[in-house]
């Protein structure tokens, strides 16, 4: 019978072959194999931190090598991946029992051909110190990043707020939720909450937006978030739509949308008066989106579009989610950062254009339209917006000071969060006016 290791060993196996998202390939295994909920819990662990850590076990596998790590056979290479993650980075696992377990799952899964090698090399476990880095480990490998990032961000931020991002990015991330109290108090929900053995604690700079230390499963399963009145939402991400400040009655425009959380925040900021039109380029995404709106009854139109080049109707307030390197949400999104490569920052630069000034012609004069990434590149950032602004004049910076909290404005009054100092996921959003008459 296959246990948490087996599953998260196949998992990684079917992760590491294909292009697709970790969560993805994990998600589809889970529905094609009957797992018990300790098992899918133990392999969830297994799988995300595996792929966290993959530099830093590589580091210390590769140090115990006569040949380079890329020559390992490649499910070998997988099992000492995630036997050193239990030896060495896993405090439940005994190192002794670690060692054991992945020699015999070596002869159970590749034969005795492999089981020596990997003996030899989990044996050398107890010598790795895991708060240790060595004089000649590098940031990269340490912290576990591509050298690309690492200089990057160093590039940007400096070395000192850099080790901070990896440092943050390495640490669980926290899950917010976001209270709708359109037809039931705050008082009442978070009572029950208590009821369902839940445990809590105000997000930074809200009132609406809840941290969940303990008991996340039963929000899911419970009818508070069924109904809708609770969301699963990063408190950034919700700043977002604070920024849009949607009104009632209004015509809004949610491009690249899908799964839809910013549209659901949309409807309560709108108290369900007023059109929403919410749109993604991904047929699949869309329908999550779709089914969710209409089991809330929720008054939104969903459609499968391109931003860049489809047409929409005028709105007055328009919310681009647009797509990016996704950087600012590494911590939430293990295998981004072994995913993403620097020529892909300039890739989404290109469609990133091209939706902003699509999109900027289905604006109504006086309107507002917000500009969104959960990038920290300033290429995709405000160097996009700078160029927009550069080719249409007729567009201003709307300051966000009124919207979201001061201290995450950048000095272009734009929404830009920092992970290790605001405690939230990285994100960008610029509040953009039409000035036409």
Known sequence: MKDARDHAFQILKKYYRSNNRLKSVRDQYFKHNKLQQRDISRSLVLTNEVVRWQGRLDYWINGFLDKPIHKLHPSVHLILRLGYYEAVLDDLIPQHAAVNSWVEFTKNELGKKFSGLVNALMRKTIGVDPNQKNNNESLSEWASFPEWIIHKWTNQFGENNTNKLCEYFNTLSPIDIRLNCNGMSKES??????????????S??????????SGFRNIIKSDLFSKGHIHVQDR????????????????????????????????????????????????????????????LKWPIQWKKKDASEDNYPMADRILIDAPCTGTGVIGRRTDIRWRRREEDVESMVTIQKAIITHMAQFLKPGGIMVYATCSLEKEEN???????????????????????????????NCLETFPPRDKVDGMFAARIKNNDE
């Open 204 to 213: 930074p700079q809200s009132d609406c937006f809840f941290r969940v230390k």
């Open 236 to 295: 950034a991400s919700g700043a977002v739509v604070e920024l849009l400040d949607p009104k009632p009655g209004h015509i809004i425009l949610d491009v690249c949308a899908a799964p839809g959380t910013k549209s659901g925040y949309i409807v309560e900021k709108i108290n369900n008066e007023g059109k929403i039109f919410s749109s993604d380029i991904s047929q699949s995404r869309m329908l999550i989106g779709e089914k969710r709106s209409h089991e």
């Open 189 to 202: 929900i978070i009572s029950q909450l208590a009821e369902l053995d839940v445990e809590i604690s105000q």
């Open 382 to 412: 405000w160097n996009v917006i700078k160029w927009f602004l550069k080719l249409n004049n007729n567009f201003c910076i709307d300051s966000g000071k009124d919207f979201v909290p001061n201290t995450w404005l950048n000095t272009q």
